[in-house]
């Protein structure tokens, strides 16, 4: 067994967590994040500043080139970002089609590349109901097809799949992370919005582990 991982690594705080996770277990990790046109980009930025500072090897793979076969979600277009909880009907026009199939997909040629013999995504529990890349059904199946896809056997894994975020945080609270080092908000200005989905789940999280979220917002908290 390999003691080599691929972490998606958006610059978000499930996968800062993930990141961390991976590190504290043992792992040599390799992070992987994509420019898929988001408009929250400042994410990618968040990411490539803390993979430096631990001298962690991070790509940052371009494609946006993709966009006309990923189109149609808004945090990609024209659209609109909703507001308010994820668990409204709104939070659909977030769903970036086939986002996580792709990006899983190419993260795995990246670990037959690199000798990593898993790689690992931060999907969680509150995932489920809007995102069908988050659910443990889909999991569960592109870890098959990417056991058998290749001659060297990649495993695909979602550690935070039966989490809340509020768990994810109390986890990496345990670790002693820094949560100022990450970026949520599917808005990409100055401050975070404080009213997207992103956010909003975010601050229930800090909320419910008493804590104080350390990014500066543009709403009163």
């Not at 000798?115 to 529990?125: E, K, N, S």
Request: charged share 20%.
């Amino acid at each position: 067994m390999t003691d080599t991982v691929v972490v998606i690594y958006s610059g978000g705080m499930d996968s800062y967590t993930l990141l961390h996770l991976a590190r504290a277990r043992g792992y040599k990790v390799h992070a992987l994040s994509f420019n898929y046109g988001q408009r929250h980009v400042r994410e990618l930025e968040c990411a490539s500043a803390v993979c430096e500072s631990l001298a962690i090897p991070h790509k940052v793979i371009d494609i946006r080139a993709m966009s006309e076969v990923m189109a149609g979600s808004a945090l990609t277009g024209d659209v609109n970002v909703p507001e308010g909880h994820y668990e409204e009907d709104s939070m659909k026009a977030t769903v970036v089609p086939n986002r996580n199939m792709i990006l899983l997909s190419l993260a795995t040629g990246y670990a037959v590349t690199t000798g990593a013999g898993a790689v690992w995504y931060g999907a969680h529990g509150g995932d489920h109901a809007i995102y069908p890349d988050c659910r443990p059904e889909f999991v569960e199946k592109m870890d098959a097809v990417c056991r058998v896809a290749n001659y060297e056997p990649v495993g695909i894994e979602a550690p935070f799949m039966a989490m809340t975020k509020g768990e994810i945080l109390a986890e990496g609270l345990k670790l002693g992370l820094d949560y100022l080092q990450t970026w949520t908000c599917y808005n990409g200005r100055e401050k975070a919005c404080g009213r997207c989905g992103s956010c909003v789940e975010r601050l229930e999280a800090f909320a419910a582990n008493g804590m104080t979220d350390p990014l500066a917002y543009e709403v009163e908290r």
